[in-house]
Nanobody, 116 residues
Framework: QVQLVESGGGLAQPGGALRLSCAAS????????MKWYRQAPGKEREWVAS????????NYLDSVKGRFTISRDNVKNTVYLQMNSLKPEDTAVYYC?????????WGQGTQVTVSS
């Protein structure tokens, strides 16, 4: 059974940092692009970052470029999102995502709140 479990969210001050993790089970992430999305209150879910299967290619939403870094550890079957220089507008529930064998899988999400 495919599962994605996010963790690492919480409360951070503006300018602070958090590191999110997405632990996968039921499949091996090494064959798949992995993505992070977020959904702020009252807004649609939006793509934040993605990483190729071997980690050699990454892409980011313009508003997070230079502040967020997506990475992966295929041995630990885990994807990460390092978030630096956090802003109040980064407040959202963050989800990891994989498209595998014709299906899209989501984790349950982890709440990130950026506030002083």
């Amino acid at each position: 059974q495919v599962q994605l479990v996010e963790s690492g969210g919480g409360l951070a001050q503006p300018g602070g940092a958090l590191r999110l993790s997405c632990a996968a089970s039921g499949f091996t992430i090494s064959s798949y692009y992995m993505k992070w999305y977020r959904q702020a209150p009252g807004k649609e879910r939006e793509w934040v970052a993605s990483i190729s299967s071997n980690g050699g290619s990454t892409n980011y939403l313009d508003s997070v470029k230079g502040r967020f870094t997506i990475s992966r550890d295929n041995v630990k079957n885990t994807v990460y999102l390092q978030m630096n220089s956090l802003k109040p507008e980064d407040t959202a529930v963050y989800y990891c995502n994989v498209f595998r064998l014709g299906r899209i899988y989501w984790g349950q999400g982890t709440q990130v709140t950026v506030s002083s």
